[in-house]
Nanobody, 122 residues
Framework: VQLQASGGGLVQAGVSLRLSCAASARTLNSYTVGWFRQAPGKEREFVAAISRTGLTTYYADSIKGRFTISRDNAKNTVYLQMNSLKPEDTAVYYC????????????????WGQGTQVTVSS
């Protein structure tokens, strides 16, 4: 499956953005989907993940309460709603898919989108 992330941009602190992860084929409901981010000079880190059905979600402590992951399998899309953005949220955001259950480790994901840049100014 091919994934494409979109929705990034340059925003001021405190505002919201919604990222989308669209799949190339009507098979996204076969995959657990995770969002990861990578800031310059830092390792790629887990942000959030959602089970195939959408019934179970997982969040990194750093964004818990501000970000919400959701999916619409009919539209073959997973979303990351990001509220109250902070400068430390600045990074390239990637969506990724795996056949198994949710996992926090990037190397456990088999399919990756190209990333979308989120820049939050103070």
């Amino acid at each position: 499956v091919q994934l494409q992330a979109s929705g990034g941009g340059l925003v001021q602190a405190g505002v919201s953005l919604r990222l989308s992860c669209a799949a190339s084929a009507r098979t996204l409901n076969s995959y657990t989907v995770g969002w990861f981010r990578q800031a310059p000079g830092k390792e790629r880190e887990f942000v959030a993940a959602i089970s195939r059905t959408g019934l179970t979600t997982y969040y990194a402590d750093s964004i818990k309460g501000r970000f919400t992951i959701s999916r619409d399998n009919a539209k073959n899309t997973v979303y990351l709603q990001m509220n109250s953005l902070k400068p430390e949220d600045t990074a390239v955001y990637y969506c990724a898919g795996r056949v198994g259950s949710a996992n926090l480790r990037p190397h456990e994901y088999d399919y990756w989108g190209q990333g979308t840049q989120v820049t939050v100014s103070s």
